[in-house]
């Protein structure tokens, strides 16, 4: 029987352009995963002036079930317009994160929370499938694992930062710094997707 060896990191040279398009993409899904359990149940409490757990509790929950009910209706989307989709739902789900922070309204919350689950479906499936789709079979895996490396690197220190800027100066401050570092992110992804259209045609 064969023997099996762990493999190194690898980012095969012709798919460079391609694996920044997946690993921002699953990047975006993970950090919005990130602020929405780390600082979502402290946003409802202090902008919505509300202790109510149950409330609370619902308002998250609405992202989990976002994030099931829109993955079972992935499997035969194109990869591309499920990259596409992910990253401008994720430009709406930041816009509704500071306005539901500076209104207070829990339906804006909620609203945040179920764009927010779609928009991690769209932008993890999507990513997922685009560098399956073009990494060489020998070295899919590895290209899998970098992926995934740079991933949560990314969702740590989005956790992490967005947490020392709302110890250090406010809440409000967090959120808008992590909006507008996500949202350049999804440009860089929405502008990478313009370049690499072609090379990505099934």
Known sequence: APQWRPQ???LPSG???IFA???ISVSLAYCVGAIMLSLG?????QFTQTDDALVTGLLLGGSSAAIGMTALLLSRLDVRVAVITG???TVVSLLLMLLASASGSTGVFLAWSLVGGMAYSFAFSGGLGVINRAAPEEHRGATLSLLYLVAYFLQGAVAIGVGVLATGTSLSTAVTAASLFLGGLC????VLMAITR???RP
């Open 21 to 23: 398009i997946a690993a």
């Open 8 to 10: 190194a990191l690898r």
């Open 87 to 89: 990253a401008l739902l």
């Open 15 to 17: 798919v460079r352009l």
């Open 41 to 45: 149940a402290h946003m409802i409490s």
């Open 187 to 190: 440009a860089v992804v929405l």
């Open 198 to 200: 072609r090379s990505l």
